[in-house]
C-alpha cells in the first residue's frame, strides 16, 4: 500500500472515529465530550447526569434550579424570591441584573469564576439595587458592597436570623441560654402508640424460617427502637410487589415510614445520586478531605445507621468521623461542644444537652404535616451550611445568643478549630440596630413624624 | 328523480348554510365578548374584588380578634411570631402568587408615597403621579399607560384607605414609616394594577 493510499484511508476513518467517540461520550457513562468546564462544588456529583438539568438540546430546563432548591428557599422565605422580579415595576432592575433567573448569578461549568454557594458575579452585586443604603441607615455609609454578604450581615437569600427585627429581639440574648438543649423528635416517639404496636421480643421475629442470617443480626434487631416500636422483619424486608423477602433492602423501605427524613437525604450531597439514579455517592467522589481507607464506601441510610440496631448515637458522631478528614471533623474530640455529648452519653447530662455533629449539620427542626407541627431530623445536611448564617436559626440559638452566634460563625479560625475559644471576629449587627432604634427615638422626641 | 335530486340538494345546501352562519355569529359573539372587556373595565373589577376582600379581612378577622376580641396578634413577621399576617402582607402575598402565573394577564402592588419598606415607594411616573392623584382626588381613580421594559401597560391606580383601627395604629407605631399621624378614612397608599397591552 502506497503512502498515498494510506493517507486517504486515515481521512475516511477519522469522521468515522470521532462520530464513534462523541456518541460514545454523549450515550454512555461519561457524557463529557460537550462539558465546558467542571461543575461547581454543588454539582461535581452529578455534572455527568447532563438530563438533570438540560433539555435533549442543551438548553437549560426551565426548572433546573427550582425543582432542587425551591423547598429549601420557601423554608427560609427567601428575600429576593422571582416573583419580587416579575413586577413590571422592577423591569428597570432586571435590565440591570436579571433576577428572575437563577443563571444570572449562579452558571454552571466556570470553575475559575466561581466563588463561594456557586455565585459567578463579582461579590458587590448588592451594588446593582442598594446604592442609596447609606441614605436609609447611615451606619452603612462607607462600607464596602463586596462585604454585604462576605461578613456575617447579609445573604441574599435567607436572612431569617439577620432581619433587623429579629436582631432587636435578640438584642439581649445571653451568651449561654439557660438550661440549653435541642427539642426532642416528636413523631416516632408516640409511633407505637398511634399505631397501636406492642414491642417485641428475639422471638416474635417474622423472618422467614427458609431464609438464612446470623443470630448477631436477629439480637441487635430485639434490641433497637424498630423493635421497641413493633416493626418486625416483614415490614422492612418484604417486597411490596411481590410479597417476597427482599434480603436487602433499599431507600425505599426505609421511605414508607421516614418520608421526610428520606427525601431530605436525596436532596443532600450525600444521596444526590440516587436521587437521580447513579451509584452511591462514595466519599471519593467528595471535594473535602476523607480518609483514604473509607473512598469506596457507598453512601445510603445503613451507611450510617448500622442496619438492624439502627444507632442514631452511632450516626451522629461516629459514622461522620469515620469518613470525614479535616480538621473541623478532627477537632470535635476537642471541642466543649463533644464533652456535653460525653456527658450525655454517660447519662450524666440530661437527654438533649449534648452536641454532636448531627446536632448541628442535620439539625432538628419544625415541620408541618397534616396540620400538624412535628420535630424530625433534616437529613439534607447542606441544608444549613453554607452561606453559614443559615445554621443560626436551626441550630446555634438553640443552646447561644444571636450576637454570640454571628461573631463565631464570622471567625474562620472557629470553623477550623471547631470552635474552641472565643471568636476574634465581631459583627456589627447589632450595634447598627441599636443605632437606629436610638436613631427613630430621637426623631419621634422631636416629633418629626 | 331528478326534481327529488334538487331538493335533496338544495335542503342540504340550505342546512350547511344556517349551521355555518350558526356556528360563525357564535364565534363571533363569543368574540365580541371578550374583546368588549376594556383593560380599565377588568382593572376596575379587579380591584373591586382586592379591596372587598382586603376589607373583610382587615375588619372581620385582624381587627375583631386583635383589636376586639384580643385573642392573637398580627404581625409582620407571623410565621416567626406565630401571628395573623397583616392585610398588606396577605395582600402581597395574593399578587406574588399571581405574578408566578406566567398567564395572568395582569399584575398588582400595593404602594405609599409613605412606605414602610421603601421598595414600596412608587417608581414610574405613573405611579408616582396617580399616587397623589388618588390623594388629591377622593373617590376617582387615576388610569395611565406605560412602557416598562419594552412592554406596554394599562395602569390603574386606586386609592387604599385606612379601614380599621389595626390598618392606622400599625403604621402609626411602626419605626420605620415615615407618617406617623394616620387617622381613619385617610389615604394610606395606592393599588396599581398594570393590564399588558399591544
Known amino acids: ?449 | 328523480m331528478k326534481k327529488k335530486a334538487i331538493l335533496y340538494t338544495a335542503l342540504l345546501g340550505g342546512a350547511l348554510i344556517s349551521s355555518t352562519l350558526f356556528l360563525s355569529g357564535c364565534g363571533g359573539s363569543a368574540e365580541a365578548s371578550t374583546s368588549g372587556i376594556s383593560p380599565q373595565k377588568m382593572a376596575d373589577g379587579l380591584h373591586l374584588v382586592m379591596k372587598s376582600d382586603r376589607t373583610i379581612y382587615t375588619r372581620n378577622v385582624v381587627n375583631r380578634l386583635v383589636k376586639q376580641d384580643k385573642v392573637i396578634k398580627a404581625s409582620e413577621h407571623w410565621a416567626d411570631d406565630k401571628a395573623l399576617p397583616l392585610p398588606a402582607q396577605m395582600f402581597r402575598m395574593g399578587a406574588e402568587m399571581v405574578a408566578k402565573e406566567p398567564d395572568a394577564g395582569f399584575s398588582y402592588s400595593l404602594q405609599s408615597i409613605w412606605p414602610i419598606n421603601q421598595q414600596n415607594a412608587p417608581k414610574t411616573e405613573a405611579e408616582k403621579i396617580g399616587l397623589q392623584y388618588v390623594i388629591d382626588n377622593p373617590g376617582q381613580n387615576y388610569y395611565a399607560e406605560e412602557e416598562l421594559g419594552g412592554v406596554n401597560y394599562f395602569t390603574g391606580v386606586y386609592a387604599d384607605t385606612g379601614v380599621a383601627a389595626a390598618c392606622i395604629d400599625c403604621h402609626n407605631e411602626h419605626k420605620d414609616s415615615p407618617k406617623t399621624d394616620f387617622k381613619l378614612g385617610d389615604v394610606m397608599g395606592g393599588v396599581v394594577i398594570r393590564i399588558p397591552i399591544d
Not at chain 1, 451594588?127 to 447579609?154: I, K, M
Open chain 1, 1 to 449: 500500500m502506497n503512502r498515498k493510499k494510506l493517507q486517504w484511508i486515515l481521512a475516511a476513518l477519522a469522521p468515522l472515529w470521532l462520530a464513534f467517540h462523541f456518541s460514545a461520550s454523549i450515550k454512555g457513562e461519561k457524557q463529557n465530550a460537550f462539558m465546558p468546564g467542571d461543575a461547581s462544588h454543588g454539582h461535581h456529583q452529578i455534572q455527568l447526569q447532563c438530563s438533570a438539568c438540560h433539555t435533549e438540546d442543551m438548553g437549560v430546563k426551565h426548572d433546573a434550579c427550582a425543582s432542587c432548591h425551591q423547598e429549601e428557599l420557601d423554608r427560609v422565605a427567601d428575600s429576593h424570591p422571582v416573583t419580587k422580579f416579575l413586577d413590571p415595576r422592577n423591569a428597570d432592575r432586571v435590565a440591570i441584573l436579571d433576577a428572575r433567573k437563577c443563571v444570572t448569578c449562579h452558571v454552571e461549568h466556570q470553575p475559575d469564576q466561581t466563588a463561594q454557594m456557586g455565585v459567578t458575579l463579582p461579590e458587590d452585586y448588592c451594588y446593582f439595587c442598594h446604592q442609596d443604603v447609606a441614605e436609609e441607615r447611615p451606619t452603612h455609609e462607607g462600607l464596602p458592597f463586596n462585604s454585604c454578604s462576605t461578613t456575617g450581615c447579609h445573604n441574599f437569600h435567607d436572612n431569617s436570623a439577620l432581619y433587623e427585627d429579629f436582631l432587636e429581639k435578640h438584642l439581649d440574648d445571653p451568651i449561654h441560654k439557660p438550661d440549653p438543649s435541642v427539642p426532642p423528635r416528636t413523631l416516632y416517639q408516640n409511633w407505637a402508640h398511634e399505631n397501636e404496636t406492642s414491642p417485641l421480643s428475639l422471638a416474635q421475629r417474622d423472618a422467614p424460617t427458609s431464609t438464612h442470617y446470623s443470630q448477631d443480626i436477629a439480637f441487635e434487631w430485639s434490641t433497637s427502637s424498630h423493635a421497641q416500636a413493633g416493626v418486625n422483619c416483614m415490614d422492612c424486608h418484604q417486597s411490596e410487589q411481590s410479597s417476597d423477602w427482599v434480603a436487602k433492602p433499599g431507600i425505599a423501605s426505609c421511605q414508607n415510614c421516614h418520608d421526610y427524613e428520606t427525601d431530605t437525604f436525596l436532596q443532600s450531597r450525600h444521596g444526590m445520586r440516587l436521587d437521580l439514579g447513579l451509584s452511591p455517592m462514595t466519599p471519593a467522589h467528595a471535594k473535602l478531605p476523607m480518609h483514604a481507607g473509607a473512598g469506596h464506601k457507598e453512601l445510603s441510610c445503613v451507611s450510617c445507621h448500622d442496619d438492624h440496631s439502627f444507632e442514631t448515637r452511632f450516626a451522629a458522631v461516629n459514622a461522620c468521623m469515620s469518613c470525614h478528614d479535616d480538621s473541623h471533623t478532627n477537632s470535635y474530640k476537642e471541642s466543649k461542644h463533644y464533652q456535653l455529648w460525653l456527658a450525655e452519653s454517660n447519662g450524666t447530662a440530661p437527654a438533649g444537652t449534648g452536641v454532636s455533629c448531627a446536632t448541628c449539620h442535620l439539625p432538628r427542626v419544625e415541620v408541618t404535616e397534616f396540620g400538624e407541627t412535628l420535630t424530625k431530623v433534616l437529613h439534607n445536611q447542606n441544608d444549613v451550611l453554607r452561606p453559614n448564617e443559615k445554621m443560626i436559626r436551626p441550630v446555634c440559638i438553640q443552646c447561644h445568643g444571636v450576637g454570640f452566634s454571628i461573631d463565631a460563625l464570622a471567625d474562620p479560625n472557629l470553623l477550623e478549630n471547631n470552635f474552641s475559644g472565643p471568636s476574634s471576629i465581631h459583627v456589627e449587627s447589632l450595634e447598627m440596630v441599636v443605632e437606629k432604634l436610638s436613631r427613630v427615638a430621637a426623631r419621634r422626641s422631636q416629633g418629626t413624624n
